[in-house]
C-alpha cells in the first residue's frame, strides 16, 4: 500500500470567478486574483491510498462517503493518470480517499477549491506527476487552481480552446506583503441555495452586466490589482477589492431570476467598513464576499486590534454573527 496526505489552503479572490466559456473543461470568462490563506487557519487535508487490494475507487468527505462517478473527479484522474510517471504500478491500483475541511463546506468559503486542490495534489505525488497541476485541479473545480500555489496567484483565463493555457501562476509570494492580515466573519455556515456552477451558468445564460464585465472591466483591474499588490498600496487594493465583490452580487441580481448571496448582516458589515474607512478618509479595510453572506475583510496587522474591537462592540457574541474570527496572515505550505 501507499499512502499520501496533503493540506491545501483555502484561497478568497479579490478578482472575482463568475461565468464560464467552456463548462466541460472549466473555462472562465475572465481572468480572476486570489489570496491564498494560512494553511493552519483554513484548508483542506486529504489522504489518498492506493493498494493492490482495494476493489474499487472510494472517496469519504468530512467523514461521509460520497460517489466517486462524479464526472469532475473522474476527469482530473484521468488526467492525472495520463501523466504520471511510465511504470509507475500504483496508477493501476484503485484508491481510497479520505478528505476533511477544517471550516464550515460549502458556504461561500471556497471549499471545493481547497478540496479540489488538495485531492489533485496528493494524487499527482502519488503518481509522480511533474510539471503544472493548475490546469488539472481546475477541471475539478475552477478556483481551485488558485489553491495550488501560496501566496498573490493569478488564474489566467487563457485563449486556447483546448484550455490548455488557462493556469494559475504565482505573482507575488507569502512574504511579499507581510503586513497583510484577512479576518473570516462567518455569518452564517448553512449550505448555500444555489451552488456556484448553478449560479453562474445562470448568470452566463441571462446576464448582460456579466458579459460587460469579461469584455470591459476586469483586464483593466486585474493589471491595475497586480500593480497595488506588488507596489504594497493598500487604498487602490481596498478599492479594487470592495468594487469587484460588489459588482459579483450585483451581476447575481441581474440574473434572470435573480439571487442573492448576500444577506443583511452581510450588508451591515459593507455598510460598517464604509463608515470606518470615512472615518480615517482612506480605505483601512477591504471587504469580499464569494457565493455567501460571509465576509472576508482585508487589513494591514497593525489595524487588526482596532477592527476586531470594532466588529465585536457591534456583533456581541449574543447575536453571535461572527463565529470563526482570527488574524490570518496570507501564508502557504505544502
Ligand atoms: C471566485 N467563486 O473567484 C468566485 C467568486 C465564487 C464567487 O470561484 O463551477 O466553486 O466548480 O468552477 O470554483 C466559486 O466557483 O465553481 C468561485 P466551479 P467554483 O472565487
Known amino acids: 500500500m501507499t499512502i499520501v496526505t496533503c493540506v491545501a489552503p483555502v484561497n478568497m479572490a479579490v478578482i472575482k470567478y463568475w461565468g464560464k466559456r467552456n463548462e466541460d473543461l472549466i473555462l472562465p470568462l475572465n481572468d480572476s486574483i486570489s489570496a491564498t490563506f494560512n494553511v493552519e487557519y483554513m484548508r483542506a487535508k486529504t489522504t489518498v491510498m492506493a493498494s493492490p487490494t482495494f476493489k474499487e475507487n472510494k472517496i469519504w468527505l468530512n467523514g461521509k462517503e460520497e460517489s466517486f462517478e462524479n464526472p469532475r473527479l473522474l476527469h482530473c484522474m484521468k488526467e492525472l493518470k495520463q501523466r504520471a510517471q511510465k511504470g509507475n504500478d500504483v496508477i493501476n491500483w484503485n484508491i481510497h480517499v479520505c478528505s476533511e475541511n477544517n471550516f464550515p463546506t460549502a458556504a461561500g468559503l471556497a471549499s471545493s477549491a481547497a478540496g479540489y486542490a488538495c485531492f489533485?495534489?496528493?494524487?499527482?505525488?502519488?503518481?509522480?506527476?511533474?510539471?503544472?497541476?493548475?490546469?488539472?485541479?481546475?477541471?475539478?473545480?475552477?478556483?481551485?487552481?488558485?489553491?495550488?500555489?501560496?501566496?498573490?496567484?493569478?488564474?489566467?483565463?487563457?485563449?486556447?480552446?483546448?484550455?490548455s493555457d488557462s493556469i494559475a501562476t504565482q505573482f507575488a509570494s507569502v512574504s511579499h506583503w507581510t503586513e497583510m492580515r484577512i479576518l473570516?466573519?462567518?455569518?452564517?455556515?448553512?449550505?448555500?441555495?444555489?451552488?456556484?456552477?448553478?449560479?453562474?451558468?445562470?448568470?452566463?445564460?441571462?446576464?448582460?452586466?456579466?458579459?460587460?464585465?469579461?469584455?470591459?472591466?476586469?483586464?483593466?483591474?486585474?493589471?491595475?490589482?497586480?500593480?497595488?499588490?506588488?507596489?504594497?498600496?493598500f487604498k487602490t487594493f481596498a478599492e479594487i477589492t470592495m468594487r469587484d465583490s460588489n459588482q459579483f452580487h450585483a451581476i447575481c441580481l441581474d440574473t434572470f431570476p435573480p439571487f442573492m448571496y448576500l444577506n443583511s448582516v452581510s450588508m451591515t458589515i459593507i455598510e460598517l467598513i464604509h463608515a470606518y474607512n470615512d472615518f480615517y478618509g482612506t480605505p483601512k479595510v477591504?471587504?469580499?464576499?464569494?457565493?455567501?453572506?460571509?465576509?472576508?475583510?482585508?487589513?494591514?496587522?497593525?489595524?487588526?486590534?482596532e477592527v476586531v474591537a470594532l466588529i465585536q462592540h457591534i456583533f456581541p457574541s449574543d447575536v453571535a454573527p461572527v463565529e470563526y474570527f482570527k488574524g490570518i496572515p496570507v501564508h502557504h505550505q505544502n
Open 184 to 233: 473570516t466573519l462567518v455569518v452564517n455556515d448553512n449550505r448555500k441555495k444555489y451552488s456556484s456552477t448553478v449560479g453562474m451558468r445562470r448568470s452566463t445564460a441571462t446576464s448582460s452586466f456579466l458579459k460587460h464585465r469579461a469584455d470591459s472591466v476586469v483586464t483593466e483591474r486585474v493589471l491595475n490589482i497586480i500593480k497595488a499588490i506588488k507596489e504594497k498600496d
Open 286 to 305: 477591504a471587504y469580499t464576499f464569494d457565493a455567501g453572506p460571509n465576509a472576508c475583510l482585508f487589513l494591514l496587522e497593525a489595524d487588526v486590534p
Open 120 to 163: 489533485v495534489y496528493a494524487v499527482a505525488q502519488l503518481y509522480a506527476v511533474e510539471g503544472d497541476i493548475t490546469g488539472i485541479a481546475r477541471k475539478g473545480s475552477g478556483s481551485a487552481c488558485r489553491s495550488i500555489s501560496g501566496g498573490w496567484v493569478q488564474w489566467h483565463m487563457g485563449h486556447l480552446n483546448d484550455g
